[in-house]
């Protein structure tokens, strides 16, 4: 038997999942009515909402199982959530990943297993829309795309919960959505004895932007600060704008030479967008607060970045005294 894999983002995965405080909850007609056409539309015994947690799939409906969760080392949909588009079964005895898994050799004897994806509105897939049979079978194409279109469903309703944790103008994670993904990230690396890191960002100059070119410019300007930091960071961390001009950044599980080499690669790609920009009549630039996450010390999100703002205002004085004392 394969045991799924785990995504590389899978603290912030997990993080994301739990912020919607949607585990453990009573079923929902809109999430049982989609398993339940789905169901009845490709007449399989089975189909599933499937939540995949850190050591479990939940499943938020359950449409002809009996049970709420399983283990998630034996489960299907943590392979699924690996992938991009639907993951197909089409005899598990013939896989041998699967052919000799409990939940092929017992109940439910899963032969035929097809999975979606659901993805929520940061790019994280958090669980499965799932058809499951008793008999191998194939989907067609047309079939792929009716589940897939099924899927698409079931992630609006998960994103519905998740909207209000979104920045409507930079589509990363505003105060809000980035408190609850950092509270829960830093809960995991206590848990486990692993190092973060937080970076509290504010853009220099904004106000000028703002006054010299137009709000709409300065609009710009945050849109793209948001986009640099989301290609300089990795998946597995936690960026987000807490209003403004101010951004914060979560490193989990990263030493002092990652956390060297994520700045770097910041550096590198806010140059090349400067150097790339010249029409634009100004550059980007941010002073940045950084700290160290000492579970001694922080015990909150909150701790964290009171200590970053600090850190942060520090940087931009320092700033200015060196242009006073240069002009």
Not at 300 to 327: C, F, H, P, T, W
């Given at each position: 038997?394969?045991?799924?894999?785990?995504?590389?983002?899978?603290?912030?995965?997990?993080?994301?999942?739990?912020?919607?405080?949607?585990?453990?909850?009573?079923?929902?007609?809109?999430?049982?009515?989609?398993?339940?056409?789905a169901?009845?539309?490709f007449?399989?015994?089975?189909?599933?909402?499937?939540?995949?947690?850190m050591?479990?799939?939940w499943?938020?409906?359950?449409?002809?199982?009996?049970?709420?969760?399983?283990?998630?080392?034996?489960?299907f949909?943590?392979?699924?959530?690996?992938?991009?588009?639907?993951?197909?079964?089409?005899?598990?005895?013939?896989?041998?990943?699967?052919?000799d898994n409990?939940l092929?050799?017992?109940?439910?004897?899963?032969?035929?297993?097809?999975?979606?994806?659901?993805?929520?509105?940061?790019?994280?897939?958090?669980?499965?829309?799932?058809?499951?049979?008793?008999?191998?079978?194939?989907?067609?194409?047309?079939?792929?795309?009716?589940?897939?279109?099924?899927?698409?469903?079931?992630?609006?309703?998960?994103?519905?919960?998740?909207?209000?944790?979104?920045?409507?103008?930079?589509?990363?994670?505003?105060?809000?959505?980035?408190?609850?993904?950092?509270?829960?990230?830093?809960?995991?690396c206590?848990?486990?004895?692993?190092?973060?890191?937080?970076?509290?960002?504010?853009?220099?100059f904004?106000?000028?932007?703002?006054?010299?070119?137009?709000?709409?410019?300065?609009?710009n300007?945050?849109?793209?600060?948001?986009?640099?930091?989301?290609?300089?960071?990795?998946?597995?961390?936690?960026?987000?704008?807490?209003?403004?001009?101010?951004?914060?950044?979560?490193?989990?599980?990263?030493?002092?030479?990652?956390?060297?080499?994520?700045?770097?690669?910041?550096?590198?790609?806010?140059?090349?967008?400067?150097?790339?920009?010249?029409?634009?009549?100004?550059?980007?630039?941010?002073?940045v607060?950084?700290?160290?996450?000492?579970?001694?010390?922080?015990?909150?999100?909150?701790?964290?970045?009171?200590?970053?703002?600090?850190?942060?205002?520090?940087?931009?004085?320092?700033?200015r005294?060196?242009?006073?004392?240069?002009?």
């Amino acid at each position: 038997m394969k045991v799924p894999d785990y995504p590389e983002n899978e603290d912030v995965r997990v993080a994301t999942l739990r912020s919607l405080s949607i585990l453990d909850t009573e079923p929902e007609e809109r999430f049982d009515r989609l398993a339940r056409i789905a169901k009845r539309l490709f007449g399989v015994p089975i189909a599933l909402v499937s939540l995949v947690d850190m050591n479990r799939q939940w499943f938020k409906s359950c449409q002809g199982l009996a049970v709420t969760e399983m283990s998630r080392d034996i489960s299907f949909c943590g392979h699924a959530i690996l992938g991009n588009d639907i993951f197909m079964i089409a005899d598990t005895l013939e896989d041998e990943r699967f052919y000799d898994n409990p939940l092929v050799l017992n109940e439910p004897r899963i032969r035929f297993y097809a999975g979606v994806p659901l993805v929520v509105p940061n790019g994280i897939k958090v669980g499965t829309l799932c058809l499951i049979d008793r008999e191998p079978r194939i989907l067609s194409d047309e079939d792929r795309e009716l589940l897939r279109d099924l899927g698409q469903m079931a992630a609006q309703e998960l994103s519905s919960v998740q909207l209000a944790t979104i920045d409507e103008l930079t589509q990363i994670s505003n105060r809000r959505g980035f408190s609850a993904l950092a509270h829960h990230a830093l809960n995991l690396c206590k848990r486990m004895n692993k190092p973060a890191s937080l970076f509290f960002f504010d853009l220099d100059f904004f106000k000028e932007i703002n006054d010299r070119y137009g709000h709409a410019e300065g609009d710009n300007a945050l849109v793209n600060f948001s986009k640099i930091l989301k290609e300089s960071f990795r998946e597995s961390d936690v960026v987000g704008r807490l209003g403004g001009d101010e951004f914060v950044a979560l490193l989990t599980n990263a030493n002092q030479t990652e956390t060297q080499l994520i700045l770097n690669r910041l550096e590198q790609v806010l140059k090349d967008f400067n150097s790339k920009q010249t029409d634009r009549g100004y550059d980007i630039v941010y002073s940045v607060g950084m700290v160290e996450f000492d579970p001694s010390r922080h015990h909150s999100i909150n701790d964290l970045l009171v200590e970053g703002d600090r850190l942060m205002y520090a940087q931009k004085r320092e700033k200015r005294s060196k242009e006073v004392i240069s002009s």
